[in-house]
């Protein structure tokens, strides 16, 4: 695989039950991060990790939770997904979360999910 | 909290013309980046163009170019000769240096190219 892969492509889902997307990158980037895509809204950050093993809260967190064991992979997970919940979701990655010059960051394809 | 407006919610040009994109935005660093990305139908985003706040020339990319006005906090993308693959979602992104890597963004304007 080469960038960033998402999984599943889609999904629909009921309300109430867990799901988790996945996201795994191979270019070893220190930064990755999740938004939900909604019309009229843009992309909104979710949560994001500068490094393995650590996380932080994005503007839209709740109802989410992350986790990054190695560097790789940034999993999000719904614990109990609801309607609102409804959107497309990309995942991110960045060489690094310094100020430097780049930084620049390379997405997935996106997963749609619909909460019923 | 910064804040990206996109005013155009669409936009519609015929081919081999010329189409800008409207980006203002709100904040009170001086230092950040701005940039402009396309998102086709198939989803992908892919990074147009980027410009840092401290430079004051205009960025370019082949047919890509912004207005850059600080001051106003303005941030517009010119699309020249316009082409049918131009059609897609356009973006406003910001993001502060002091705040890591965190990207903030406009509301989208779709492009329409009409042949």
């Known amino acids: 695989i080469a960038g960033i892969t998402q999984a599943p492509t889609s999904q629909i889902l009921a309300a109430g039950r867990r799901m988790t997307l996945r996201c795994t990158q191979d270019?070893?980037?220190?930064?990755m991060y999740w938004y939900r895509q909604d019309l009229g809204l843009g992309l909104r950050l979710i949560h994001y990790?500068?490094?393995?093993?650590?996380?932080g809260k994005g503007e839209v967190p709740d109802g989410y939770s992350v986790s990054r064991a190695n560097t790789d992979d940034f999993p999000l997970t719904l614990a109990s997904a609801v309607p609102s919940q409804t959107s497309v979701y990309f995942c991110?990655?960045?060489?690094?979360f310094g100020q430097g010059a780049k930084n620049e960051q390379f997405f997935g394809p996106g997963t749609r999910l619909t909460v019923l | 909290a910064q804040t990206v407006t996109q005013s155009q919610p669409e936009m519609s040009v015929q081919e081999a013309e010329t189409v800008t994109l409207s980006c203002t935005y709100d904040?009170?660093?001086?230092?950040?980046?701005l940039f402009w990305y396309k998102q086709p139908p198939s989803r992908q985003m892919i990074l147009v163009i980027r410009?840092?706040?401290?430079?004051?020339q205009n960025a370019t990319e082949n047919r890509f170019s912004v207005n850059f006005q600080k001051a106003a906090k303005s941030f517009s993308l010119k699309i020249s000769d316009s082409q049918l693959g131009d059609a897609a979602m356009y973006f406003c992104?910001?993001?502060?240096?002091?705040?890591?890597?965190?990207?903030?963004f406009g509301g989208g304007t779709r492009v329409l190219v009409k042949p």
């Open positions: 990790s500068n490094t393995a093993g650590t996380t």
């Open positions: 904040t009170s660093e001086s230092d950040y980046y």
């Open positions: 410009q840092e706040a401290y430079k004051q």
């Open positions: 991110a990655s960045s060489d690094s």
């Open positions: 270019m070893r980037h220190n930064a």
């Open positions: 992104a910001y993001r502060a240096k002091a705040a890591g890597n965190k990207l903030t």
